[in-house]
């Protein structure tokens, strides 16, 4: 399970001083970007669109740097994993339909797409998810525990709005 913060744009995040995904000394930050677009504005002429980028660094550890590294296109993943799996079984069954691809392609092709799956799903439990940009706050969500609770604290994240924590206006 997840925990869901709003963090303001205004206000500076701070971490709890060990890795995110192991809770261990910390040694590098990962850094992390999401684009949203927030707004859609269609004049006669020209249309506008509002769009704000977020850049968050979050404390790893050296082995744990390495693995968000490689995991990256994991996190822009940003669908539920049931459509993930969706798209994926028809590729697959179109794979071994098609009479003009081998058969020892197909198993390359299932060989890539289960390591796709379980990318996700380690990406899923382990990682910071950025899952939004608006006008005045990020949605960020990281995996539920001690360190969930320490980062609410040091973040003055104690406002329920809906499933989020959010930032009081201090």
Not at 9 to 34: A, F, M, T, Y
Not at 53 to 77: E, G, M, N, Q, W
Request: charged fraction near 20%; glycine fraction near 4%.
């Amino acid at each position: 399970m997840r925990i869901y913060f709003g963090i303001r744009h205004n206000k500076e995040i701070q971490w709890p001083d060990r890795c995110l995904w192991c809770g261990n000394k910390s040694d590098k930050w990962h850094i992390v970007s999401k684009k949203s677009i927030y707004d859609f504005e269609y004049r006669v002429f020209w249309y506008n669109i509002l769009s704000r980028i977020r850049t968050i660094a979050y404390p790893v550890c050296k082995k744990h740097d390495i693995i968000a590294f490689i995991l990256t296109p994991f996190s822009r993943i940003d669908i539920p994993f049931w459509a993930l799996c969706t798209a994926i079984g028809f590729f697959l069954a179109f794979m071994h339909l098609s009479p003009v691809i081998e058969q020892s392609t197909i198993i390359w092709w299932y060989l890539i797409c289960s390591l796709i799956i379980v990318g996700f799903l380690f990406f899923d439990r382990r990682g910071l998810q950025v899952h939004k940009v608006t006008e005045r706050f990020t949605v960020i969500s990281i995996p539920d525990g001690e360190y969930a609770t320490e980062f609410g604290l040091l973040n003055n994240c104690n406002t329920i709005d809906g499933r989020l924590l959010m930032q009081q206006d201090n």
